[in-house]
């Protein structure tokens, strides 16, 4: 089993900067994909970025492409999502994701690991 934990939310006010974070434990060996998803009230789940583990290729949404930045630290087994530039429309509760096998883009479905989630408001 693997555990995500996210950390890093709070209220930023638009055109500021944020960083989430997101540590993985247990088998995290077997991790080949690690994301970020978004869910704001009333909307659908949006994949937000994806980084493969090995390698180190990235993918985004383009509604976050050019502000947001993902990252890992394998050292510290953590990912992190850079959120710079964010806007009111970026609110939402942000969920740390990871795969052990499949099609590593920020929409995949072959997340099969979640984390808790962490919120964020965005203040204009």
């Known amino acids: 089993q693997v555990q995500l934990a996210e950390s890093g939310g709070g209220s930023v006010q638009a055109g500021g900067s944020l960083r989430l974070s997101c540590a993985a434990s247990?088998?995290?060996?077997?991790?080949?994909?690690m994301g970020w998803f978004r869910q704001a009230p009333g909307k659908e789940r949006e994949g937000v970025a994806a980084?493969?583990?090995?390698?180190?290729?990235?993918d985004y949404a383009d509604s976050v492409k050019g502000r947001f930045a993902i990252s890992q630290d394998n050292a510290k087994r953590t990912v992190y999502l850079q959120m710079n530039g964010p806007k009111p429309k970026d609110t939402a509760m942000y969920y740390c994701?990871?795969?052990?096998?499949?099609?590593?883009?920020?929409?995949?479905?072959?997340?099969?690991?979640w984390g808790q989630g962490t919120h964020i408001t965005v203040s204009s």
């Open positions: 994701a990871a795969m052990s096998a499949g099609y590593c883009v920020s929409s995949s479905a072959d997340f099969r690991y």
């Open positions: 247990g088998f995290i060996s077997g991790i080949s994909c």
């Open positions: 980084i493969r583990i090995l390698g180190d290729a990235k």
